[in-house]
C-alpha cells in the first residue's frame, strides 16, 4: 500500500512538473512573439538623387508627421506676382518609430521642435516629385540647429518623404479669392541626419 501510494505521488509531482515546464515554454514563446523587432534604419538609395543625403551623415531620428497646412490666395512674388495658393504656415505632430510624439513642425521658418528642447530651422535645398498630383513633393533641407541641447542639436540635413496630401488646390484661387484661407491634412516622413 505504502509503494503504491508513493509511486502516485512520484507521478503525479513528475505529472506536475511537466506541466509546469510546458506552460512555463508556452508563456515564454507567446511573450518572444509579441517583441517586435528592431525598427529598420531607413535608406534612401530608393530616392532621387537630388534629394539624398550628403554622405559622411547618419540618421540621428526617424519620425512620421501627420498635420495640416494652411495656405492663403496671394500674389506669390516670387512666381512674377501671379495669384495662387501659398504656404502660410505648416502645424504637425512627429511620432517616432514606437509611436510617441516627439516632434512639432511649425513655421514660418520651418521649425522642429523635439520634446527635450532642441530645435533646427531647415531651409529648402531641392524638391523631387512624387506620384500623385495632390502630394507634396518629397524635400531635403539644410538643418540649422537651435541653441538647445538634444536630439536635434547637431542635426545637418531634413528629409521629407512618403508624402501623402497637402496639395489639393482644387479650390479657386483668382483676383476675386485674394485673401481666402485653407487648410489641408497631410501625412510624411522626416528623417533627420547628423554629421557621423
Known sequence: MKTTHNTTR??????????????????????????????????QDTLAEMIRV??????????????????ECRANVPTAGMIGWTLASPKADLLDRTGKTVV???????????????????SQLAVAPVI?????PMQLSKGTPGAGAGML??????QRI????????????TQAEIGDKMTLPYQADYIFWKAA
Open 10 to 43: 512520484a507521478y503525479g509531482k513528475s505529472a506536475l512538473t511537466m506541466l509546469g515546464m510546458v506552460t512555463g515554454t508556452a508563456v515564454m514563446m507567446a511573450a518572444c512573439s509579441s517583441v517586435k523587432p528592431p525598427p529598420k534604419m531607413f535608406d
Open 54 to 71: 550628403p554622405a559622411g551623415n547618419e540618421v540621428a531620428l526617424e519620425t512620421t508627421a501627420v498635420g495640416v497646412l494652411n495656405y
Open 104 to 122: 512639432t513642425y511649425s513655421g514660418p521658418p520651418a521649425t522642429w521642435s523635439h520634446i527635450d528642447g532642441s530645435s533646427v530651422v531647415g
Open 132 to 136: 500623385g498630383a495632390t502630394n507634396l
Open 153 to 158: 542639436q547637431n542635426v545637418s540635413y531634413i
Open 162 to 173: 512618403k508624402t501623402k496630401g497637402g496639395l489639393d488646390f482644387s479650390k479657386p484661387c
